[in-house]
């Protein structure tokens, strides 16, 4: 059943059909009954519009008009119910396994990015620019650990939709509202899993498993849409189910505490903005700091994106076996990124403390790279570095690159895991030799 737009229903009028949207809420708002969850109040709100739908058809006939076909008020109701509970006219495209991202530049042009790496032009999802606003708005209002505001004040926005998907929009400093939503197509994902879809081997999913067992401290870097937070929430269910974990966001996205068979102790911290009179701000450092004091065994941080990274960085140094992902270019590139966060930090930390605070609290780096497979010509997302800190030098961190993968040449093994963490690795099953590569 494929969403439509409310103009192909107008001859349906109670008087249009925001006034059976009107006329559904009250009658919703004014039910007595126990309805406590959102679905429960979505069936509801279905069962609603369908009785006005039926009023109104009988209404119709006494008059003498044309009635709609049962197809055409099926399809009305859905796409009410999606106005007023999901996304409108794009819960269609949401509702698509294979559209990773749906960018909008207005309410006219929507292009959908599929997994396969092809892009298409949709159609129109709102009548005005009022209008996608609105429904922007509404999703905001429902989103989230706190109300997230969309106006001239505030005209910039992130939030996790129900279906974990990310939305990113942005009002008044362009033509039209732009929004961008981030698809998840994989969140309760395993190491096996994304050794199915090609993003590691073998021997990367058995290295990366032991370093999770064995506490290790991992950043997995990348450029955007490359496959960090699913990587990220494939290693984080290599936790033990009797670790606590805190994960913290900007913006609620990971979605680790929904999955409660895997982590049935984990707390999802959220940023929190500035209210109107510009106070109440709670910053990703300091939810980092916050989190130290409760009790973790594990602290997960979502998207590193500036001066939280020394916070991170203090966390990474106590040993929480911590994972974290970063923008970078490379896997040796994610120190000169950190380096940068930091000299933007309140600390402004130079770059010789910076390198010093690195090597003591990160142990590897796996960075995974989006290209086109020359074989198939489709987008593919791999793994393509793992590299271990060993170390600063002044101006320099230390490291090894343990593995590397070549489009050409697939994987390599190139400097030796130092003997010191191969001890901890092996603990927790690492056998160098008996993994294929």
Not at 104 to 130: C, F, Q
Not at 377 to 401: C, F, H, P
């Given at each position: 059943m494929?969403?439509?737009?409310?103009?192909?229903?107008?001859?349906?009028?109670?008087?249009?059909?925001?006034?059976?949207?009107?006329?559904?809420?009250?009658?919703?708002n004014?039910?007595d009954?126990?309805?406590?969850?959102?679905?429960?109040?979505?069936?509801?709100?279905?069962?609603?519009?369908?009785?006005?739908?039926?009023?109104?058809a009988?209404?119709?006939?006494?008059?003498?008009?044309?009635?709609?076909?049962l197809?055409?008020?099926s399809?009305?109701?859905?796409?009410?119910?999606?106005?007023?509970?999901?996304?409108?006219?794009?819960?269609?495209?949401?509702?698509?396994?294979?559209?990773?991202?749906?960018?909008?530049?207005?309410?006219?042009?929507?292009?959908?990015?599929?997994?396969?790496?092809?892009?298409?032009?949709?159609?129109?999802?709102?009548?005005?620019?009022a209008?996608?606003?609105?429904?922007?708005?509404?999703?905001?209002?429902?989103?989230?650990?706190?109300?997230?505001?969309?106006?001239?004040?505030?005209?910039?926005?992130?939030?996790?939709?129900?279906?974990?998907?990310?939305?990113?929009?942005?009002?008044?400093?362009?033509?039209?509202?732009?929004?961008?939503?981030?698809?998840?197509r994989?969140?309760?994902?395993?190491?096996?899993?994304?050794?199915?879809?090609?993003?590691?081997?073998?021997?990367?999913?058995?290295?990366?498993?032991?370093?999770?067992?064995?506490?290790?401290?991992?950043?997995?870097?990348?450029?955007?849409?490359?496959?960090?937070?699913?990587?990220?929430?494939?290693?984080?269910?290599?936790?033990?189910?009797?670790?606590?974990?805190?994960?913290?966001?900007?913006?609620?996205?990971?979605?680790?505490?929904?999955?409660?068979?895997?982590?049935?102790?984990?707390?999802?911290?959220?940023?929190?903005?500035?209210?109107?009179?510009?106070?109440?701000?709670?910053?990703?450092?300091?939810?980092?700091?916050?989190?130290?004091?409760?009790?973790?065994?594990?602290?997960?941080?979502g998207?590193?994106?500036?001066?939280?990274?020394?916070?991170?960085?203090?966390?990474?140094?106590?040993?929480?076996?911590?994972?974290?992902?970063?923008?970078?270019?490379?896997?040796?590139?994610?120190?000169?990124?950190?380096?940068?966060?930091a000299?933007?930090?309140?600390?402004?930390?130079?770059?010789?403390?910076?390198?010093?605070?690195?090597?003591?609290?990160?142990?590897?780096?796996?960075?995974?790279?989006?290209?086109?497979?020359?074989?198939?010509?489709?987008?593919?997302?791999?793994?393509?570095?793992?590299?271990?800190?060993?170390?600063?030098?002044?101006?320099?961190?230390?490291?090894?690159?343990?593995?590397?993968?070549?489009?050409?040449?697939?994987?390599?093994?190139?400097?030796?895991?130092?003997?010191?963490?191969?001890?901890?690795?092996?603990?927790?099953?690492?056998?160098?030799?008996?993994?294929?590569?």
């Amino acid at each position: 059943m494929t969403a439509i737009s409310f103009e192909e229903f107008e001859y349906k009028k109670l008087e249009s059909i925001d006034d059976i949207k009107l006329e559904a809420a009250r009658r919703v708002n004014n039910y007595d009954g126990n309805l406590n969850s959102v679905e429960q109040r979505k069936d509801f709100t279905k069962k609603i519009v369908g009785d006005i739908l039926k009023e109104r058809a009988a209404s119709m006939l006494s008059q003498g008009q044309s009635m709609p076909t049962l197809e055409e008020d099926s399809l009305l109701i859905e796409t009410l119910v999606s106005s007023m509970f999901g996304m409108g006219n794009l819960q269609s495209y949401l509702q698509d396994e294979q559209v990773e991202n749906i960018d909008i530049n207005g309410p006219s042009e929507v292009w959908l990015t599929y997994a396969n790496g092809k892009k298409i032009r949709a159609g129109k999802i709102a009548d005005s620019d009022a209008d996608l606003i609105d429904t922007i708005r509404s999703i905001a209002t429902r989103s989230g650990l706190a109300e997230r505001r969309f106006d001239s004040a505030c005209p910039e926005l992130d939030i996790r939709l129900p279906d974990g998907s990310r939305l990113s929009a942005v009002m008044e400093v362009c033509k039209h509202p732009v929004v961008s939503i981030r698809r998840h197509r994989f969140v309760d994902v395993t190491i096996h899993d994304e050794l199915k879809l090609g993003l590691l081997d073998e021997f990367m999913a058995s290295l990366l498993s032991s370093c999770v067992k064995a506490g290790k401290n991992i950043m997995i870097a990348g450029r955007t849409n490359s496959g960090k937070t699913t990587l990220l929430r494939a290693l984080a269910n290599e936790i033990s189910e009797s670790e606590r974990i805190i994960t913290i966001e900007q913006s609620l996205e990971l979605g680790l505490d929904q999955l409660t068979d895997r982590h049935p102790d984990c707390i999802a911290l959220e940023a929190r903005l500035p209210n109107a009179e510009g106070i109440g701000e709670i910053t990703m450092a300091d939810l980092v700091r916050r989190s130290l004091r409760l009790n973790p065994d594990r602290v997960i941080v979502g998207e590193t994106l500036g001066p939280e990274i020394i916070a991170l960085l203090n966390a990474m140094s106590q040993g929480f076996g911590s994972l974290a992902t970063i923008h970078a270019d490379s896997s040796y590139g994610v120190f000169n990124r950190i380096a940068s966060y930091a000299a933007q930090s309140a600390e402004k930390l130079p770059l010789e403390a910076t390198n010093m605070l690195i090597a003591g609290s990160i142990d590897f780096i796996v960075y995974v790279s989006l290209f086109v497979d020359p074989n198939s010509q489709k987008m593919t997302r791999r793994v393509t570095s793992i590299r271990e800190i060993v170390g600063a030098d002044g101006n320099m961190v230390i490291s090894n690159e343990i593995v590397k993968y070549g489009k050409d040449n697939g994987t390599t093994i190139g400097s030796p895991i130092s003997s010191e963490v191969m001890s901890d690795l092996a603990a927790f099953g690492f056998q160098l030799k008996a993994v294929a590569i």
